[in-house]
């Protein structure tokens, strides 16, 4: 989407990080498999964004993943709004 965690903390202050993580691995992978692997907002408040994510090889499903994301002032490493711009971009992505 074009945004960056440095440009992030340098115009807006702010910092995304992973708060938690909840993975199913359904089959294994090998080394040097080509993956797809994709990304969708499911949800989006004013600070915190939650993912689903899923790796696939062709047909197969090998893992899901749900990650919820809080929006932190780089500085205080408090919750922060994510900025409204930001956030309209993201609700109108799920």
Known sequence: MGYEQDQLIANEGIIFVV???QVDYLSPARFNELLQVSSEVVQAKKASLVFAQQIIRGD?????????????????MRP??????LLELLKNEH
């Open 19 to 21: 708060r938690s993580v």
């Open 60 to 76: 197969d499903l090998l893992c899901t993943s749900t990650i919820r994301i809080a929006c932190l002032d780089a500085q205080t």
């Open 80 to 85: 922060k709004a994510i900025p409204e711009n």
